[in-house]
């Protein structure tokens, strides 16, 4: 898998008296990486009725984040299981880190409401080396 990472400016309504970004930003935050890597994998698949839904989040808070400077979100890994993916993402401001977490998504067909297979394309992303 290669690196992927998107920036994200905090936006002074996101924070609280004291200038560090709300809990809840962080984890909308995680939804917005998670969309984007799985974009960057194989497109848009929303369109086809076919999509990912939330199984888990969890999120290490390991230090502050604050308003002001840019947070550079990562995906550190990805595993695709038989109908979920497990994406691991990490946060830092500058050269400190303030969260880790994970997050399980189910690759689901919203028409018939039943779980899908991941699909050989977005395996074939997630083990090409550096690609």
Do not use: C
């Not at 880190?97 to 994970?102: E, F, L, M, S």
């Not at 018939?112 to 297979?117: A, D, G, H, N």
């Amino acid at each position: 898998m290669s690196e992927f990472s998107i920036t994200i400016t905090p936006r002074f309504y996101e924070t609280d008296a004291m200038g560090h970004v709300n809990n809840a930003s962080i984890a909308a935050w995680f939804e917005v990486v998670r969309v984007r890597f799985l974009e960057s994998l194989v497109g848009d698949s929303s369109a086809t009725g076919v999509s990912w839904i939330l199984a888990s989040l969890h999120i290490d808070f390991v230090g502050e984040t604050f308003y002001g400077q840019d947070v550079t979100a990562r995906i550190v890994g990805a595993e695709a299981g038989n109908t979920s993916l497990t994406v691991t993402v990490e946060m830092h401001q500058g050269e400190r880190q303030t969260v880790r977490g994970t997050a399980v998504l189910v690759h689901m067909d919203y028409d018939t409401k039943t779980t899908l297979r991941v699909p050989d394309s977005y395996r074939e992303q997630l083990d090409r080396p550096g690609g």
